[in-house]
């Protein structure tokens, strides 16, 4: 089965994983987020990239998502699942729960989303499945050998770093979003130009603006609901890097 990479959002340093080794790497990109670091999940050696840097110091519009793939491919990763924090739409949807979007909606702009262009050959791959069915199956499937509940649906990628107003959020769900987040873009496409099989395990950390029941501020729902969100997450990741899926 082939093994999984990792790239990690915000909450990398509340996962827990213990770094073993980190490989400074410069790609024909730039530098990416983060040294290229192999971290300790139960006996295995995962190779993982801190989206934000492993200070959280780089805004979603600022990350070098190419640079970011490329380092990783340049050391033989074929999957790769992206650990992405998202604000919950979807009333099925609640805070501290995972899901494995199956649709992305971009409304972001300005990023550097594709390794063509600029004198190299224009690059038009196939992106009706965002992302890889099989991959998605084995981190559901990891989920739900840990007890938890997974929902599916579309994710809506937005520019940030600021949080959405509620009628943006009100849009996003009339387009069919479930979730909302600000990094799957273009992470996903850049990882299909690279033929690397790229799913996300997301965790909702808050409801999207306008969506709390109880009108909560979006930032003490975060506090709130981060750390139970994230405990599940790194045993996914145990279950999907040790186990059978």
């Known amino acids: 089965m082939t093994p999984v990479a990792l790239i990690v959002g915000s909450g990398f340093e509340r996962l827990g994983f213990e770094v073993l080794t980190r490989s400074p790497t410069k790609t024909p990109y730039g530098e990416p987020s983060s040294a290229v670091l192999t971290l300790g999940v139960g006996g295995a050696r995962v190779p993982c990239i801190a989206r934000h840097g492993e200070e959280h110091h780089l805004a979603p519009h600022e990350i070098n998502y190419r640079a970011n793939l490329w380092a990783l491919a340049q050391r033989g990763v074929r999957a790769c699942v992206g650990i992405n924090t998202v604000g919950a739409i979807d009333a099925a949807l609640s805070p501290s729960e995972l899901a494995v979007p199956d649709q992305l909606i971009d409304y972001t702009h300005g990023r550097l989303s594709t390794y063509g262009g600029a004198g190299e050959p224009v690059r038009h791959i196939e992106f009706g499945e965002p992302f890889s069915p099989s991959l998605r199956g084995r981190v559901a499937a990891a989920a739900a050998d840990c007890g938890f509940a997974v929902r599916a649906g579309t994710y809506g990628v937005t520019q940030g770093p600021r949080l959405e107003t509620a009628a943006e959020i009100e849009r996003l769900a009339r387009d069919g979003c479930a979730m909302v ?49 994230l405990r599940k997450v790194r045993a996914v990741i145990e279950r999907l890097v040790g186990g059978a899926v």
Request: hydrophobic share 50%; charged share 15%.
């Open 181 to 229: 987040g600000m990094t799957a873009m273009p992470e996903a496409a850049l990882a299909r130009e690279l033929d690397i099989d790229y799913a996300i395990c997301a965790v909702a950390v808050n409801y999207a603006a306008g969506r709390a029941p109880d009108g909560a501020p979006i930032l003490a729902q975060i506090e709130q609901f981060s750390s139970l969100g």
